[in-house]
């Protein structure tokens, strides 16, 4: 009877509410793996994709560690190289033109593990 009286309330019959955090169940994400939009493995994916319907291309690098302006300073030294515009979104560096070869040679040079990843 132990579980019942975890998942039940006497008083106001089923439990909807999380005793962590408060919300309802279907809110709660407690029990769930922590959304991140940094990869905690330590390794750097850089990887081409192309955007829009242009189909510009652009490489990305996804995975970096760091601080907000960790990440501005690299992707400055990342444009500076590529000789390319960039921006940062969510965490992740974004460089105008494919540049995946540099980029990766780059980030191996400043001490990252990096993977090719995608195209
Ligand atoms: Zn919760």
Known sequence: ???DRL????ESGRVTTCPTCGLFYKNCRCSQP???T???????RVMRERKGR???????IDGVMGSEAELTTLAQQLKKLCGS?????DGTIEIQGDHCEKVT???TEL?????RAGG
Do not use: F, P
């Open 1 to 3: 009877m132990e579980q």
């Open 7 to 10: 998942v039940y309330s006497t």
């Open 54 to 60: 242009g189909g510009k291309t652009v490489t990305v």
């Open 38 to 44: 940094r990869k905690s493995d330590g390794i750097v």
């Open 34 to 36: 922590r959304q991140s």
């Open 111 to 115: 001490g990252y593990k990096v993977k």
């Open 85 to 89: 515009g960039g921006t940062i979104k």
């Open 105 to 107: 040679a780059k980030l």
